[in-house]
């Protein structure tokens, strides 16, 4: 059994870990709070901006647009959002963990060929990839530390831009979404290319979109100012589904941490006041023995 001073010396050490780990839980359900009102204002707004875009796309007479084309796959980019900060439970490990599978197995055959590249977005989805003897082709932590649209907009340019000049025929997105904090869901999306509406439309709900807007000047002008905007905004709304995700992720996984730090305290002490009372039982038996002996 560990003498009095180990277990006191433990004891201290776990009180002093509690302590940070309730303050990182405090610290990240502040954050939460601010990043889960911003995911609940962007999401309406993101959804309404894609039902116009829809409704507009059916209405369009000419459907050929640089963000349709649908081409043979060559080559393919998956874009992973992790982040830049651990003690977030497996938030950074199942979003890895979804691209490898993806690259492993719904693109395996351009995999063979080296053929799709991984765009890491988050330090530590990054180091698990890399431990996992994946090469990263492309970074940009510094995304996840100014999340503004402002700020993202260029690098979100840069992924249209790769994809209308023909450097990638299809744009994955892999990111947590935000669903409550004690829950994350791994989602992926094809963000290009594009899937037309008609592909999951009934003719009575085109025919009905057809007679709900009026267009001026066409549908064309305005799929092609709007539709932009749109992607931007898409992508935006998963950086932002993935911070509210990390700050709710690390909220859960400090509360447990914080817990199981008093679970270990009340084991230690129980610990300790067993082994005081042993060492004053050995004392007074010593004792008790040293009288008898002087007695005979």
Not at 46 to 65: D, F, S, V
Not at 241 to 265: C, P, V, Y
Request: proline fraction near 3%; aromatic fraction near 8%.
């Amino acid at each position: 059994m560990a003498n009095l001073k180990e277990i006191r010396t433990r004891i201290e050490s776990v009180s002093s870990t509690k302590q940070i780990t309730n303050a990182m839980k405090m610290v990240s359900a502040a954050k939460l709070r601010k990043a889960q009102d911003a995911i609940i204002q962007m999401r309406p707004y993101a959804w309404k901006l894609h039902e116009i875009l829809e409704h507009c796309q059916m209405c369009m007479p000419n459907k050929e647009t640089p963000y349709y084309s649908h081409r043979k796959l060559k080559k393919v980019l998956i874009v992973i959002i992790g982040s830049n900060r651990g003690l977030c439970g497996a938030f950074n490990i199942n979003v890895a963990k979804k691209a490898i599978d993806l690259k492993n197995k719904k693109f395996r055959k351009l995999s063979a060929k080296k053929m799709v590249d991984i765009y890491c977005i988050g330090k530590k989805a990054e180091d698990y990839l890399k431990a996992k003897g994946y090469s990263i082709a492309q970074t940009r932590h510094d995304l996840l530390d100014e999340l503004s649209f402002e700020y993202t907009i260029p690098f979100i340019q840069s992924l249209l831009d790769s994809f209308t000049g023909g450097n990638y025929d299809r744009i994955e997105i892999v990111y947590n979404q935000f669903k409550n904090a004690a829950v994350q869901i791994v989602t992926r999306e094809t963000f290009l290319p594009i899937s037309l509406p008609e592909e999951f439309c009934t003719p009575e709900e085109m025919d009905l979109a057809k007679h709900t807007y009026i267009i001026e000047p066409s549908g064309d002008f305005l799929v092609g100012r709007l539709m932009p905007k749109v992607l931007k905004t898409e992508f935006y709304k998963a950086l932002l589904e993935s911070a509210a995700s990390e700050f709710g992720a690390r909220m859960t996984s400090m509360h447990k941490a914080t817990d199981n730090a008093e679970q270990l305290i009340k084991e230690l002490r129980t610990q300790y006041n067993k082994a005081r009372q042993g060492s004053i039982t050995n004392e007074i038996i010593e004792i008790v023995g040293g009288a008898e002996a002087l007695k005979k």
